[in-house]
């Protein structure tokens, strides 16, 4: 038996070029290809002072013919342009940024890594105008760059059951800035993912704000036993994922009775002594908590392991995205 290769952690590898457009004077400039190099940014910049800046992440994947398939494009882009909104930033024009991100696949293919690797597509617009008195106004200078990364497993040991911290202390952002893909979302989930870390060796928190359960650091959560599935109603307090609406579709497919609605940690807790849990995002996919920690107490989900529910819709969108499995729902598109 060959040796597994080592794989470069998620994200730390960029491919040679990325697509680049500014935004000055009212309208976006050409874009371009370029390498990927240091980019110039003013010190008094917008966003290096009042965090005005968004990003999308998706990926592409590489079938057995060399062709090569981006998933939901249009979807991440839609969700680009609402967090740019939100943000009060220059909102990237669809077609643009779809020509951007098609450009760089275009130039990079040979960086696109077959199955079970992908090639992570990771858009970034930030607010470029030097002016440090502009925190109640917005930028009117922009930069819109798509990086690409060729990725494998997010969580490493991939199908590990993951472990996790349920927190009903902290909120993840504030309530009406979940929904944005935003960079100061994530700082401030930082600092209780490392102490939980520290603490209880977890992998993720769940936050559960007021005992409502959320969403992790990167993640959505959802609930699967046998014909359901139960996740939380979409408001604007979480992100709105992408492969949540897509394995919510799939299970609906299936037969699962799907249901999307607020639910406590108490009720998760009850839930999860029968069936399963799982994370679902472009990066994680689906992937199965094994233990949940509340208040210093440990509950096994799924016997601790990664259940049979959350291993079949894995493996039914992975086929979809590997071209293993007809797209139905016309959530491919060939680059
Ligand atoms: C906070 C957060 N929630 C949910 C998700 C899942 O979103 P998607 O499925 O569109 O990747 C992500 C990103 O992957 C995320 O960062």
């Avoid at 008094?44 to 990926?59: D, I, M």
């Avoid at 470029?128 to 990725?151: E, K, M, Y």
Wanted: glycine fraction near 10%; hydrophobic fraction near 45%.
């Amino acid at each position: 038996m060959s040796a597994q290769p080592q794989r470069p952690a998620f994200g730390t590898v960029l491919t040679s070029h990325m697509a680049v457009a500014s935004y000055h004077g009212g309208r976006w400039s050409a874009s371009e290809v370029r390498p990927v190099a240091p980019i110039e940014l003013s010190p008094a910049a917008h966003v290096l002072h009042y965090a005005s800046t968004c990003f999308e992440g998706f990926k592409a994947f590489r079938r057995a013919d060399g062709s090569v398939h981006v998933f939901r494009m249009d979807r991440h882009i839609e969700r680009m342009r609402q967090s740019a909104r939100q943000l009060v930033l220059p909102e990237p024009d669809a077609d643009r940024l779809a020509d951007m991100v098609r450009g760089v696949i275009a130039r990079c293919r040979d960086s696109v890594p077959a199955a079970p690797g992908a090639l992570y597509l990771r858009p970034i617009l930030f607010g470029t105008t030097a002016n440090i008195g502009a925190a109640a106004t917005p930028a009117r200078d922009a930069s819109l760059i798509v990086l690409a990364s060729p990725v494998w497993d997010y969580f490493a040991g991939g199908m590990k059951p993951l472990r996790i911290l349920v927190d009903d202390e902290h909120t993840r952002s504030a309530a009406q800035m979940g929904v944005v893909k935003t960079g100061g979302n994530y700082a401030a989930a930082l600092g209780p993912t490392l102490s939980a870390r520290a603490k209880f060796q977890t992998d993720q928190v769940l936050f559960c704000p007021g005992g409502q359960v959320q969403e992790t650091g990167a993640a959505n959560f959802l609930l699967i036993r046998d014909g359901a599935l139960l996740t939380r109603s979409l408001d604007s307090s979480f992100l709105h994922g992408v492969t949540r609406d897509s394995l919510l579709t799939l299970a609906r497919d299936e037969g699962y009775a799907v249901s999307e609605r607020a639910f406590d940690v108490n009720e998760m807790l009850e839930w999860v002594k029968t069936g399963e849990a799982a994370l679902s995002g472009t990066a994680a996919v689906l992937a199965g908590v094994g233990t949940l920690i509340h208040r210093g107490v440990e509950h096994r989900v799924a016997g601790g392991e990664v259940g049979a529910h959350t291993r079949a819709l894995r493996a039914k969108l992975v086929a979809i995205q590997q071209g293993e499995a007809p797209d139905r729902h016309g959530w491919l598109e060939r680059v």
